[in-house]
């Protein structure tokens, strides 16, 4: 961070920032603690051309989770552009590692995320990003329309694009639909956070669950659940906590690999061939 955006966000906040210091922020912003006497904020910067969008996109998605009031997320302070790309300001959550006890509470505050339904159509009120891809959340009535439509067939597409996937690997949209069809379930749509790994949600010191870095969007609330174990899971507490509130409907294990489909082609998109193996190995199997 250099001389002029410090001295610009600490007039911004009316502080005196004393001390920068670079942290793990993610693969596609820069990320800062930034301290004062009394308080510390976490600052993300991207320069890229969608910076900017990226972080107001990131920012509704907070406050439509914040609006909730079912799960903490942190109290946005500033988001702004630059000359090239955009910053964000949030308060600095101190993290713990997770015990068996928050992972439980965090399961039941994801459920009563998930719970919370404002609108009959799958879909949100303006479009955002799944990292640095942009993601489309046209409204639709059918869940699987969504699904495929908005999720899939972009990604297919833009992976088709660029020679990740060849013609002959990429199923047609009425072969999706057909088959999305036989196994999605009929839902109302839940808000989800839209890209919960383990890096996007922190445990306070005090034992708060918070989400991150958000990609909202209402949809079936088994998409969270997927992404949660794509890269090892969150441990069996969460799990059980969650399952209270959601009875089991048939189908989860197609519908988890279908689901997880989606990260995979972002994780394609975004990173390379190391991931083609599992994203043909789910469309051979299911298309």
């Known amino acids: ?19 920068i210091q670079s942290i793990s922020g993610g693969d596609i912003s820069e ?3 930034l301290e004062t006497e009394t308080e510390r904020f976490f600052c993300k910067i991207n320069r890229g051309e969608n910076g900017y969008e990226l972080f107001k996109a990131k920012k509704l998605g907070l406050q439509a989770i914040a609006q909730s009031k079912t799960i903490s997320v942190p109290n946005i302070l500033l988001c702004e552009s630059l000359e090239k790309g955009g910053f964000l300001v949030m308060d600095y959550i101190e993290a713990k590692r997770p015990t068996e006890t928050d992972f439980e509470l965090l399961g039941h505050q994801l459920a009563a995320l998930h719970h919370h339904t404002t609108q009959n159509e799958f879909g949100f009120s303006t479009e955002n990003y799944i990292g640095n891809l942009e993601q489309s959340n046209s409204n639709h009535l059918e869940w699987a329309d969504f699904y495929v439509q908005e999720r899939l067939v972009p990604q297919l597409q833009l992976a088709k ?20 069809g036989q196994l999605f379930p009929n839902t109302k749509p839940s808000l989800l956070h839209g890209d919960l ?27 969270d659940l997927a992404m949660t174990r794509l890269f090892g899971g969150f441990g069996a507490s969460f799990y059980n906590a969650y399952q209270e ?4 409907i048939g189908n989860e294990k197609e519908r988890i690999d279908i689901y997880q489909l989606y990260y995979l082609l972002v994780h394609l998109n975004l990173f390379g061939n190391s991931y083609k193996a599992s994203v043909t190995e789910i469309l051979q199997r299911y298309f």
């Open 245 to 248: 509130h959601f009875a089991p």
């Open 161 to 180: 694009a660029t020679g990740r996937l060849n013609d002959n690997e990429v199923p047609t949209e009425s072969k999706l639909l057909q088959r999305c």
């Open 197 to 223: 790994w383990s890096g996007n949600y922190l445990i306070s010191n005090n034992g708060t669950p918070y989400l991150i870095d958000p990609a909202v969007y209402f949809g079936h609330h088994e998409v």
């Open 31 to 33: 990320a800062y603690l």
């Open 1 to 19: 961070m250099n001389k002029n955006l410090k001295e610009h966000i600490a007039y911004l906040l009316c502080v005196n920032i004393e001390r």
